[in-house]
Each structure stands twice: as structure tokens, then as C-alpha cells.
């Protein structure tokens, strides 16, 4: 699980999309009813995942904004699509840094925009006023001032947010193991870290969007959407594990047997088929109507 690698966003796709809030997709559905041709800005875009859950969900003509800082990630997430788009019998064109996914009933255009969230404000004025802003999995990263910059904006466009799958700082093992609890506050700890954005604000980011959005008029719906990963999850549970060890060896001061104990001790019970792993998030949409 280091940085964030295809790999390991392919790995955590369809656990992700099993764990979103219905009832907040729901409220999605709704809204879009009320709405023709949709404009979205999708933050840390990744491979494209969130699309690839939402674009049906929302359908008809959609205008999407892929922002990511790493090139990489953002010419995966174009070829990905446009496989993903063939596989289910739309037509994909590609016309450079925009790829046009259609069939009878959708029309999905995509723009890839590499540009790191961190630093260069200015994103926020070459866009066009987005009907929604999206992201998942990113808000975790991010610190109080950006998330009250981002929530400032959102409220001049008049725009719904939908922020999925912030991590709420809960982990859960079963079998339990002595040592859970002790891992799982030095990760609560590191994910606290700056990730280039800051202090990050880990398990706190998605309560805290909630307050800032509502003190700007939003109606705020802050729904659970965990993990439930089973024992043929072993892959997931495989690389959590070893992100974990690695996060906490960064930062819990040595000697640090103890991890190592642990550590080969779940990887164990994983590969025997004897671990259940159920990890926290949040999902919130919001919307001034
Ligand atoms: C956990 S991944 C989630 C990716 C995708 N949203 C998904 O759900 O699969 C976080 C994403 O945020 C992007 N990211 C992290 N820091 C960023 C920054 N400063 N500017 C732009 N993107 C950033 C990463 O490249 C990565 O794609």
C-alpha cells in the first residue's frame, strides 16, 4: 500500500464500491432528477474509480474534470475507461487529453487535468462552475485550512458535494489480537502526517467538512460506509496490513519487536482464511437544496 499505486486503487475498487452509503446515493439520484447536463470535478481522481461508480448512477450527459497530481495514475485512469467503457458496449473516442465515452443513453466526456491540489489555488478559476464536486478517498489527506478553502468555493458555485470513503479512524480485527489497539492508534497518528497538504486532519476530515459546510447553509447528510472484508478478501487485507506495519514503523519509536510479533501473527491468520478486517469510513453529500 505505499503511495497510491494503480495496483493498490485496482485492489481497493470494488471493496469501495461495496461500502458506499446507499441512502447518499440515493439523495444523488434525486438531485440529478432535478438536473440536465451535469458538470463534475472529481478531486484526486486516481484511476477513475469514482467515475466508473458513478457514471451510471448519475446518467445522461456528463461533463467530467479527472484531477490528479500524478501523470501516471491520470493515463492509466484514460486507457482504464475507455476498456471499461468498450467492455460494457459504449463507443470511446479519444480526442487527446478527452475521452468521449456514449451509448443511447449516456454521454460521458472526460478531461484529464494534471495539477497537484496542494499548492495551486488557480484550479479552482480555470474550471467552470461545477454542478458537483466529487472526491473518494482523498479527504483524509488534507488539512482544516484546505478543506475551509474547498468548502468556501463549493458554496460561491452553489455546488453539491458528494466526498466518499474518508477514513473515520476505526479499524476492527477479528480474531482480536492484544496488540490491535496499539497499532491502530499510531496509524490514527500517522494518518494525522502532512501528505503535502498540511497537517492532515485523518479521521477527523469528514465531521469537520460537515460543520464547515453546514455553517455555509449546506444540508449535510454523514452517513458510515465501513469496510467488510472477509477472509476471501486476503489480498486487501494482505496490503492494508503491510502499509499498516510500515506506517507505524515510521513513526512509533523502536525497538519494535512487538510490531513484527503482530504483524506476522495477522499475516497468518490471513493467509490461513481465519481474518475478518472491518475498517471505518464516512460518506457525506450535501447540498443547499
Ligand atoms: C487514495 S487515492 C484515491 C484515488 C481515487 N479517488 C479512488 O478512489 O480510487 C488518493 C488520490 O489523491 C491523489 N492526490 C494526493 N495528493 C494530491 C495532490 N496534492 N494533488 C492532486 N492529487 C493528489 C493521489 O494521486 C491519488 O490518486
Redesign the pocket.
Known sequence: MS??SAE??RL??PA?AAARNPALTTRLIAWRRRHDALSVL?????????FRFLARVLGGRQHWRL????PA?LAQAHEDLGRWAIKRGMKASDEGETLVLKDNTNHCRLERCW?????DWAWLTVVPNPRLVT????ID??SADWLARLARRCRQWRAVLLI??SYDGSIAWEPAMEDDERVREWINRHQCTD???GPALGPDAAPTLAGLLERLGYRVGLRPSPWMLAAQDAALQTALLDGWTEAVRQIAPGPDAWLDDWSRHRRDLIERGHSRLSVGHWDLFASLE
Open positions: 503511495g497510491f493498490w486503487l481497493r475498487e469501495d472529481d478531486l484526486g481522481s486516481g484511476t477513475g474509480s469514482n484531477l490528479d497530481h500524478d495514475l495539477l497537484d491540489l496542494s499548492e472526491a473518494s478517498a482523498l489527506l488534507v466518499v470513503l501528505k503535502g497538504f
